[in-house]
């Protein structure tokens, strides 16, 4: 079964700093990786996602995320954090054996982020 | 405008009165798929439907029904609700569910069984 671990429920971080969100799965077949964000009384919108090929993905908003395999992680970066980028976080994976039908979420990490 | 629409935003209702929450989206999509999101466990996939009746369990099915008689509706059904079902709903879709498409995410629905 795969799983997905979120490292932090709350990040906190000042305008304009490095915001580093962690996410490590657990998988014996490579899986897709994603990052969504939700920000308040809304639903999910994809960040990014990794499927194969390149292990450095960009997404919206100058967010980005690198696949390692050998840590079996894909942590999400951003250089310098915006106010606008205060939400909630969760990644997900999904299998080829589930035919990619179940994505499998983590519990979350809320980014906070002061002036 | 493509997006995916629940009904009703919010609701509260009492322990054994049926209920549906209904979902559709208006992109032609195969795959639907219904979660629930509770504090400190993120979000859980309830069903999910590759397409026209055909509909299967995810990780949290029970206490829950599902239909899908039409491509773009996939109504949640609660024959019982019991307060441990109170949570934020969200119906998904996405082009097919045997890719790595991205589903696109309803606004939720917040449920409150008393």
């Known amino acids: 079964a795969q799983s997905v671990t979120q490292l932090g429920s709350h990040v906190s971080v000042s305008e304009g700093a490095l915001v580093l969100l962690r996410c490590n799965y657990s998988?014996?077949?490579?899986?897709?990786l994603f990052w969504y964000v939700q920000y308040p009384n809304q639903g999910l919108q994809l960040l990014l996602k990794?499927?194969?090929?390149?292990?450095l993905v960009k997404g919206i908003n100058g967010f980005e995320a690198e696949f390692k395999k050998s840590e079996t992680s894909f942590h999400l970066t951003k250089p310098s954090a915006h106010m606008s980028d205060a939400a909630e976080y969760f990644c997900?994976?999904?299998?080829?054996?589930?035919?990619?039908?179940?994505?499998?979420f983590g519990k979350g990490t809320m980014l906070l982020v002061s002036p | 405008e493509a997006q995916v629409t629940q009904n009703p935003r919010y609701l509260i209702t009492v322990t054994g009165k049926k209920l549906t929450v209904t979902c559709s989206q208006n992109?032609?999509?195969?795959?639907m798929s219904w979660y629930r999101q509770d504090p400190g466990l993120g979000l859980r996939q309830i069903y999910y439907?590759?397409?026209?009746?055909?509909?299967d369990k995810g990780d949290v099915p029970e206490g829950y029904k599902v239909s899908r008689k039409e491509k773009r509706n996939f109504p949640l059904i609660l024959e019982s609700p019991s307060p441990n079902q109170t949570s934020l709903y969200f119906c998904?879709?996405?082009?097919?569910?045997?890719?790595?498409?991205?589903?696109?995410f309803g606004p939720g629905t917040r449920l409150t069984v008393l």
């Open positions: 439907s590759m397409n026209v009746e055909v509909t």
């Open positions: 997900a994976v999904t299998l080829p054996n589930s035919g990619y039908s179940t994505l499998t």
């Open positions: 990794y499927t194969t090929g390149a292990t």
């Open positions: 998988s014996s077949v490579p899986p897709y």
């Open positions: 998904a879709s996405s082009v097919s569910g045997r890719d790595s498409n991205e589903q696109f």
């Open positions: 992109m032609n999509h195969e795959y």
